[in-house]
């Protein structure tokens, strides 16, 4: 009895070993639309689709975070009903440094949006010099980082982009470090969000006044850290450990580090990720008001995922197309492991809003013949709808 407790025992910890280990490799790997998969697999970019790079460390990266790309992504399809290429273009940990060696990755995308929030790292590291001979050997650093280098970097990336892309750029004030305005950390976050602003302003760059956004807000509403910045890696590793045992960000900020905005501080929960998603759909989709997108109707089923659509179904040019509403992530990835065919994928990149069969057809190039056989196959999988 004994020997089977004990084999029982150490099932489960080899179990969750084998978990944590699989937690820390998926943290550390690269979102999975990075601008090094987009360009691997840049047949499958849709024409005419709208691509956003967001360039920036594990705030962008988004598992260390809450993932605001995600939620950018989720936002402007509600918001304007249509879909948009998000390349993520952040890497956790990065300086303003590491991001010039990685800009050509970046330009060979062809944006037509590019957002950049970088600088949380550089100005980090000044405050705990101890870690910094860590921080210099891990990303490679080629000098101790200061604020000029900072400033230097930052002129370099926002001139090369403006230089080498037709991209409309935003760069961001960065998220305040901490929640305590009479704080060294707090001082120093400003004191970098004062030099991106005065970069912008010279380059002729949008400037995105995050760091203003959530200085105003925690005005408004104070919050009572639970740590002080003296524990900041302590608070760094709880609100990891317990966000990937369940624990959602909004949680931790509320039972554990007392933020209101942030998980630890310097990452995000959801409310202050949803000040980034804002400030971004308007550089992207402007003051303009937008109307709701049509919401297509469901499909009637018949057991488990069968269609209920006739055979002898024939499409004439008024016919009538309404995409589903598809996770731009999960297409892609559909599409690589052969669900959805090349010619599938075109032509629901194509279809991006209500239109007839005829429209669809001739915005195509295809021939009748071919756009109703690809159309009868996405009715039966479910990705198309008629009206």
């Given at each position: 009895?004994?020997?089977?407790?004990?084999?029982?025992?150490?099932?489960?910890?080899?179990?969750?070993?084998?978990?944590?280990?699989?937690?820390?490799?998926?943290?550390?790997?690269?979102?999975?639309?990075?601008?090094?998969?987009?360009?691997?697999?840049?047949?499958?970019?849709?024409?005419?689709?709208?691509?956003?790079?967001?360039?920036?460390?594990?705030?962008?990266?988004?598992?260390?975070?809450?993932?605001?790309?995600?939620?950018?992504?989720?936002?402007?399809?509600?918001?304007?009903?249509?879909?948009?290429?998000?390349?993520?273009?952040?890497?956790?940990?990065?300086?303003?440094?590491?991001?010039?060696?990685?800009?050509?990755?970046?330009?060979?995308?062809?944006?037509?949006?590019?957002?950049?929030?970088?600088?949380?790292?550089?100005?980090?590291?000044?405050?705990?010099?101890?870690?910094?001979?860590?921080?210099?050997?891990?990303?490679?650093?080629?000098?101790?980082?200061?604020?000029?280098?900072?400033?230097?970097?930052?002129?370099?990336?926002?001139?090369?982009?403006?230089?080498?892309?037709?991209?409309?750029?935003?760069?961001?004030?960065?998220?305040?470090?901490?929640?305590?305005?009479?704080?060294?950390?707090?001082?120093?976050?400003?004191?970098?969000?004062?030099?991106?602003?005065?970069?912008?302003?010279?380059?002729?760059?949008?400037?995105?006044?995050?760091?203003?956004?959530?200085?105003?807000?925690?005005?408004?509403?104070?919050?009572?850290?639970?740590?002080?910045?003296?524990?900041?890696?302590?608070?760094?590793?709880?609100?990891?450990?317990?966000?990937?045992?369940?624990?959602?960000?909004?949680?931790?900020?509320?039972?554990?580090?007392?933020?209101?905005?942030?998980?630890?501080?310097?990452?995000?929960?959801?409310?202050?990720?949803?000040?980034?998603?804002?400030?971004?759909?308007?550089?992207?989709?402007?003051?303009?008001?937008?109307?709701?997108?049509?919401?297509?109707?469901?499909?009637?089923?018949?057991?488990?995922?069968?269609?209920?659509?006739?055979?002898?179904?024939?499409?004439?040019s008024s016919t009538v197309l309404i995409p589903k509403r598809i996770n731009n992530d999960g297409l892609r990835?559909?599409?690589?492991?052969?669900?959805?065919?090349?010619?599938?994928?075109?032509?629901?990149?194509?279809?991006?809003?209500?239109?007839?069969?005829?429209?669809?057809?001739?915005?195509?190039?295809?021939?009748?013949?071919?756009?109703?056989?690809?159309?009868?196959?996405?009715?039966?999988?479910?990705?198309?709808?008629?009206?």
């Amino acid at each position: 009895m004994i020997a089977l407790i004990d084999a029982i025992l150490w099932t489960i910890l080899i179990i969750y070993i084998s978990y944590l280990f699989s937690v820390v490799l998926y943290v550390l790997s690269l979102p999975a639309n990075n601008p090094k998969t987009f360009l691997k697999h840049k047949e499958i970019a849709c024409p005419g689709r709208k691509r956003i790079v967001v360039i920036g460390d594990s705030i962008t990266h988004g598992n260390a975070s809450k993932n605001y790309v995600q939620m950018l992504g989720e936002r402007l399809r509600k918001k304007d009903g249509k879909l948009f290429d998000i390349i993520n273009a952040g890497i956790n940990s990065d300086f303003s440094w590491n991001v010039l060696q990685r800009i050509d990755d970046i330009i060979a995308c062809a944006p037509d949006f590019i957002t950049v929030l970088i600088g949380t790292n550089d100005a980090n590291v000044t405050l705990g010099p101890f870690s910094a001979p860590i921080d210099i050997w891990s990303k490679k650093l080629p000098q101790f980082p200061t604020a000029d280098w900072f400033r230097a970097n930052l002129e370099e990336i926002l001139s090369t982009l403006k230089d080498l892309t037709n991209a409309k750029i935003g760069v961001f004030s960065l998220p305040t470090i901490g929640e305590d305005p009479t704080s060294p950390e707090f001082k120093k976050g400003q004191e970098y969000s004062a030099i991106i602003k005065d970069v912008a302003e010279h380059a002729g760059i949008d400037y995105l006044p995050l760091c203003e956004a959530m200085t105003g807000y925690l005005k408004e509403h104070p919050s009572s850290p639970r740590f002080t910045y003296a524990h900041e890696f302590i608070a760094l590793v709880l609100q990891f450990v317990l966000h990937y045992h369940g624990a959602s960000y909004a949680w931790l900020s509320k039972r554990v580090s007392g933020f209101q905005l942030h998980a630890d501080f310097l990452h995000l929960n959801e409310q202050g990720a949803a000040m980034i998603v804002d400030l971004i759909e308007k550089f992207v989709l402007g003051d303009k008001e937008i109307e709701a997108p049509h919401k297509p109707r469901k499909l009637k089923t018949k057991g488990f995922l069968v269609r209920s659509i006739k055979e002898d179904l024939v499409m004439t040019s008024s016919t009538v197309l309404i995409p589903k509403r598809i996770n731009n992530d999960g297409l892609r990835t559909a599409f690589l492991l052969g669900l959805v065919s090349m010619d599938g994928y075109k032509l629901l990149c194509h279809l991006d809003e209500e239109m007839t069969y005829k429209m669809l057809v001739e915005k195509l190039g295809w021939t009748e013949d071919k756009a109703n056989d690809v159309i009868q196959h996405l009715l039966n999988e479910g990705l198309v709808d008629i009206a």
